[in-house]
């Protein structure tokens, strides 16, 4: 599974799980940061990435367009990189069937206290 990683999340995310996710991407390092969410979903459904962000308008979008590309929403509130690259670990075998699920197409994540 690749991920792409919107500009609200660190961009150390995509290099500390590139292990785990092989080929995922911050959309700094492929020159999409500050641009339109229209173009960063296009480029995700082209490429085969996964969307990771905590911005409801990629949801929305899911919603309205299904996938691809499919996407994380992560309910995070401030929680810092770390704090996410754990819950992104915990989470991988989640994010697999998440992946070869063939109607799901938005996979929210949660920090549990």
């Not at 690259?85 to 915990?90: C, G, H, K, P």
């Amino acid at each position: 599974m690749k991920l792409l990683f919107d500009e609200n999340l660190s961009a150390r995310l995509a290099v500390r799980l590139s292990g785990l996710f092989v080929g995922s991407a911050h959309v700094e390092q492929i020159e999409l940061r500050g641009r339109p969410d229209e173009a960063i979903w296009a480029h995700a459904r082209s490429h085969g990435f996964t969307i990771v962000s905590k911005d409801a308008d990629f949801a929305d979008m899911s919603f309205l367009r299904g996938s691809p590309p499919k996407v994380v929403l992560l309910r995070v509130g401030n929680a810092g990189t770390t704090e996410i690259e754990a819950l992104s670990r915990r989470s991988a075998a989640l994010l697999d069937r998440f992946e070869h699920d063939d109607v799901q197409c938005l996979l929210e994540l949660t920090i549990r206290p």
